[in-house]
């Protein structure tokens, strides 16, 4: 019974700190890091870095299907993903996290919509335990404001330095999403603009 215990226990342990590990982002992570992770050699590492950005894991999902299988990729997944939009991912963007269910997808998008993660952890908390949101919780966002946001909110975006969080603070109001684009285009190029602005939102 005490083997039993302890090892029951480590399980616990492991899934706990698990939870609190972060997954690589596939827009930011070096080909160093990429190549260091399970399934992904060089060329994979070279794919991936090549097909930057990547606006949506089923973006990242169809660079990997010409050379990961489907168990191969959903391995990858538990150490890299490209967060996921909680107010407009798709079923088969949300299912391609490890471990999702289509019943866990149904209540993902029966919340929409979420106004902050801590909505999130509420809701999904009551169909499972505190490990297992957090675990969930490392794939997903809710957009940020960008009238309204905090700096806090700001620097939650992947990437975010605070001279840039700066800039998106300067510009505000914001009428339109085509204001963001120019406004913060003269800092960064298109593809990290178009990066920056799948985080966003004027709602």
Do not use: C
């Amino acid at each position: 019974m005490r083997i039993i215990s302890a090892l029951g226990i480590s399980l616990v342990l492991a899934n706990a700190a698990l939870a609190n590990t972060s997954l690589l982002n596939p827009n930011l992570a070096t080909t160093s890091e990429l190549a260091g992770l399970g399934q992904v050699d060089d060329a994979v590492a070279q794919r991936i870095a090549a097909n930057r950005p990547y606006l949506t894991a089923l973006d990242l999902d169809a660079a990997l299907a010409d050379t990961l299988g489907p168990e191969q990729r959903n391995e990858v997944y538990g150490a890299l993903f490209r967060p996921i939009n909680l107010n407009t991912a798709s079923e088969a963007e949300i299912m391609l996290i490890p471990g999702m269910s289509k019943r866990m997808a149904h209540e993902f998008e029966e919340y929409r919509p979420y106004g902050s993660i801590e909505q999130f952890r509420r809701e999904i908390g009551k169909y499972v335990d505190e490990e297992e949101v957090a675990r969930l919780e490392r794939y997903v966002f809710v957009p940020v404001k960008l009238n309204w946001a905090s700096r806090e909110q700001i620097m939650t975006i992947p990437g975010m330095s605070k001279r840039m969080a700066h800039e998106f603070e300067e510009y505000r109001p914001y009428k339109g999403i085509e204001q963001f684009r120019r406004e913060i285009g003269k800092y960064v190029n298109a593809e990290e603009v178009a990066r920056l602005e799948s985080y966003v939102t004027l709602d």
